[in-house]
């Protein structure tokens, strides 16, 4: 179904780049994540259900252990809360010092670590504003297949990525997010940037959304695939791009965490420029780049390349 054009949207839209799959976190962008909106809500319930007498993995745990904190207030049995940033790491210690020892920090890469017993609980949020960017498929894949018993319970349950038509006329850079650009390109050289849209986005909409992503993570279904292809239809008459957005289940019931519809600001919408006209097919690739684990893209419209989004550098003013 077509959707119809809001004159009223204002246009003030701006762009920021896309910044979560890549090590370049701050005190800043730990205090959004650390903010009580829908998405900690639905984790700490989840938490508060499955964590009790448990032994619990927390990957990616951050500066403020978030759900090693949690799973530990919830009665787990023991913590193991990894992450592979020195800083992040001395910092979720400081964090989690007042639990006793029912909490471990372990400094690292998954991949790298082992555990002295199967987690029978598996908490993560490297979830990205595509929802596979950060690389939790691989990742957490390996989790299972070494560091989990066979009915562990997966926090989040599944992350879907979203996509739609939008209107948003010429979106400007934000200045102030030259210095995060320049902190991204020190990471993964010069490269066209994954750019996010800041603004009245779920306003923007000119095409009901469409699932491009879905990704299950549940003990009784096979493991998702790294290397994925999907597509979908989308009516409109004419826009000024694509627009992709995750949206998170904690767990197997309850209500998505839709990053849309205001709740929560952890993920951003990502933004694709390209004009389209008419209803059209759009297709998402994702194959893992050569660092192992975090994804490549390529969208298609109606079997024409339109967007490439490599993570680090490869070629750049491709698109």
């Not at 695939?225 to 826009?239: I, P, R, V």
């Not at 791009?241 to 990502?270: C, F, I, M, N, Q």
């Not at 006209?277 to 684990?293: A, E, F, M, W, Y």
Request: charged residues 20%; proline residues 7%.
């Amino acid at each position: 179904m077509r959707v119809t054009k809001n004159p009223d949207v204002a246009r003030s839209f701006v762009l920021f780049p896309s910044m979560g799959e890549y090590p370049v976190y701050d005190d800043g962008v730990y205090d959004g994540l650390a903010a009580v909106d829908d998405r900690r809500r639905a984790y700490v319930a989840a938490l508060r259900e499955a964590a009790p007498g448990r032994v619990v993995l927390d990957v990616g745990t951050g500066r403020d252990a978030l759900w090693a904190v949690e799973a530990a207030r919830a009665g787990a049995a023991h913590v193991y809360a990894i992450d592979a940033s020195p800083g992040a790491a001395a910092a979720a210690r400081r964090a989690v010092s007042s639990f006793g020892g029912r909490v471990t920090v372990v400094e690292g890469l998954a991949a790298a670590v082992t555990l002295p017993v199967p987690a029978q609980v598996c908490v993560s949020e490297i979830v990205g504003n595509i929802s596979s960017a950060e690389g939790a498929i691989p990742v957490l894949n390996d989790c299972r297949a070494r560091l989990c018993a066979p009915d562990c319970v997966w926090i989040p349950f599944r992350a879907r990525t979203m996509i739609a038509a939008v209107d948003v006329g010429t979106p400007s850079f934000a200045p102030e997010h030259r210095p995060l650009a320049e902190r991204i390109r020190a990471v993964a050289g010069p490269i066209d940037l994954r750019l996010c849209l800041g603004g009245p986005a779920g306003a923007a909409l000119v095409s009901e959304p469409a699932v491009i992503e879905s990704d299950l993570f549940d003990s009784r279904s096979p493991m998702p695939c790294s290397d994925a292809y999907s597509e979908a239809g989308l009516d409109l008459e004419t826009a000024t791009g694509l627009l992709l957005w995750s949206r998170v289940a904690a767990a197997s019931h309850g209500r998505e965490v839709d990053a849309l519809d205001g709740g929560t600001r952890a993920w951003a919408p990502v933004y694709v420029p390209v004009a389209l006209r008419g209803p059209v097919r759009v297709g998402l690739s994702r194959r893992t780049s050569d660092d192992g684990v975090h994804p490549d893209y390529e969208i298609t419209v109606n079997g024409a390349t339109v967007w490439r989004s490599p993570h680090h550098v490869t070629a750049t003013r491709t698109t």
